[in-house]
């Protein structure tokens, strides 16, 4: 399909979910697939918390782990997944600033990073604009009470648009949820893109 205007595609994430990092994974490895398809995925952070409950440094149950490390292998994304529901409201928000300055995609690598192979814990608000250095990336401070208030109207847009866990690729107004296989995510959004080109989904 090269040649066609691209298709964006909102993708809601949160950084506490261990399947969103499997999703970020596969979906780099697929990179020449939506260049291909000139299909490009704008991610958007939300609270998961907000939207299904999840205790924030709560135990996670270990049938839920182990779910995610299935996950992870079926699709060669080794991961460990933390034993406790992360509090990733910060670094939500440290996304939304990176954003607004293009710099999302390098502020998303390094979290990734940070919290699944380095295994680091969730910072406080000096550790997080801390972090922000390493990619050469100035955070106020200041700047985090507003970003974290457009994390709780994108949460509430993200369930407004029947979100109900992440990640959830929006094909237009369709949400569809969780990872697949290449093969699986390819046909997807290939039958989504030419669709949406054809008018089939307005």
Do not use: K
Request: proline fraction near 6%; hydrophobic fraction near 45%; charged fraction near 25%.
């Amino acid at each position: 399909m090269s040649g066609e205007a691209a298709l964006r595609v909102p993708v809601h994430y949160d950084f506490a979910s261990t399947i969103c990092y499997v999703a970020h994974r596969v979906m780099e490895r697929m990179a020449p697939t939506l260049q291909e398809l000139a299909i490009e995925l704008d991610w958007i952070p939300v609270d998961l918390t907000q939207i299904t409950g999840y205790g924030r440094g709560a135990a996670m149950p270990e049938l839920r782990r182990d779910n995610a490390r299935r996950i992870g292998a079926e699709l060669g994304v080794e991961v460990e997944p933390p034993p406790i529901w992360l509090d990733s409201r910060l670094l939500g928000a440290a996304a939304l600033i990176a954003r607004s300055r293009g710099r999302d995609a390098g502020w998303r690598e390094r979290v990734w990073t940070a919290l699944f192979e380095e295994r680091r814990e969730p910072p406080d608000l000096e550790g997080t604009v801390f972090m922000a250095r390493d990619l050469a990336l100035v955070l106020a401070p200041a700047e985090f009470e507003d970003a974290s208030i457009d994390l709780d109207a994108l949460t509430l847009a993200a369930v407004e648009a029947q979100v109900t866990g992440v990640p959830t690729f929006m094909l237009g107004r369709w949400p569809f949820g969780g990872i697949q296989s290449e093969e699986t995510m390819t046909h997807v959004l290939e039958r989504y893109a030419r669709r949406a080109r054809a008018g089939e989904l307005s």
